[in-house]
């Protein structure tokens, strides 16, 4: 299994963490990742607000790279390329005006976007080409006890996922109970986290951080597991501010991928799990104290 | 004592705007809207908006044009998709709310001040000169536009991003920034 890696900028940054914990554990798998060469940054939202024909060319550009480096899948981690470049293949198929301006940029350097390379998530790379059969042969540490709750965010599953349900996905929620730990269940699990708001408009920005922190320690989470950078970034770093305006909801928010690694017993410096402000301590070999033996048990197994 | 009219008239429409928006491809399906306000009721930011996000579909499809243009409402707008997935009658809102917002920008008529038209811009920029974003300078561009003593503020965040390892100005650039340009040129000749 060959893909196109498609890191975004996230992930060499805020996000580092997701890819840190992600590389390690689909080598682990046995799943060839490829980085794309030279890849350019998604759009994101905020490209597509100022010049919607001009994001698209962007984002296409990282189509024609897969497809001139072999065409093999794109694996896009983050959720935001993971839907700019979906939905840019959606224009392209549906809008022959916006075809007709991409092309004219591709050509103009010598590329092309013809293939219709498919744009995955590593979610569903996991559950549909990798199957939860082979991921549990590979657990060593399972998570038994740990108490999970699933955080998609939107732009995965809304609109262009193809492999989850848009109201209830539930691959993640497979995935950590193929890991052994403890699925929250709890109907927040596609709710916007805020995105960019945090940091622009703080009054609505905290507020949804709060809810879904409130909501998840309320259900008994230990953590939450999130697939997006920008999700995480949202739910770990901004404590304090959630803290002065609601009262303190601390509650570690870690990737999926970081839980994967522990699981199959690859080692902590691996999975970067001391990059988060708000720290994740789970240690699979420290089940609660055994209640103390009566000495005369020794004197019998003598 | 300062008092505004709050009903609108329609001598405030601007004749067409509904129709070039609905023209646009993934905005057709407005004129189908039948103003059920499940797009408001689905949205998380509606609570913050000056018109709904059914008032602002409605507001478009007349003529509305300053009205929806200079809205917060557009800019709030996080793009989760919760409202076009849930459209009884598959109106792209969010599509729609990102005609909206690139209007605005090129008729220069979003809210001054109000950070997130700040940030799309920065973004925008940024990209289109070096392929790629770099996190920290963005965010420190969007702060001197916007509040610059707000940055004091989050020197708690600074700290623990710089404790964890992830605190970093360097600026991230492809290497082929020459190809990216040339296609910017070409895609903005006519055909």
Redesign the interface.
Known sequence: MKYSYFPGCSLKGLGRAYEESLLPVMKHLGVDLQELDDWNCCGATAYMSVDEAKACVLASRNLALAERDGNHPILAPCSACYLVLNKTKHYLHQYPKMKATVDRALNAVGMKCEKDVPVRHPLDVLINDIGLDAIKMKVTKPLQGLKVAPYYGCQIVRPYATFDDQANPTTMDRLLEALGATVIRWPLKTKCCGGSLTGTIPEAGIRMVYILLNEAKKRGADCLATVCPLCQFNLDGYHSAVRRQYGDVLLPTVYFSQLMGLAFGLPDRDLALNRAAIPFRWRPSSPPPAPAKPPAAKSVAA | MNITRTIKYEADRVKGFGDEVMKV??CEKLKDCIQCGTCSGVC??SV?MDYTPRQVMELTRFDFKKEVLSSKTIW?C?????C??ECPREIRI?DIM??L??RA?HEGVYPRKF???V???E??KM??AN??????PL?MK?FMKTDPLGAMGNW??GL??MK???F?LAS?K???RE??A????????K?
């Open positions: 491809p993934g998380p930011l913050y709030l996080a793009s989760c998709y919760a076009t997935c969010t990102y005609e917002k690139q920008i950070p997130i038209p940030l799309a811009q973004f925008e990209v289109t392929g790629r974003i770099s996190e920290m965010v969007l708690q965040m623990d991003l964890t390892g992830r970093s991230e492809i290497n082929n190809q990216l040339k296609m910017f040129a070409a895609a903005e000749e055909a």
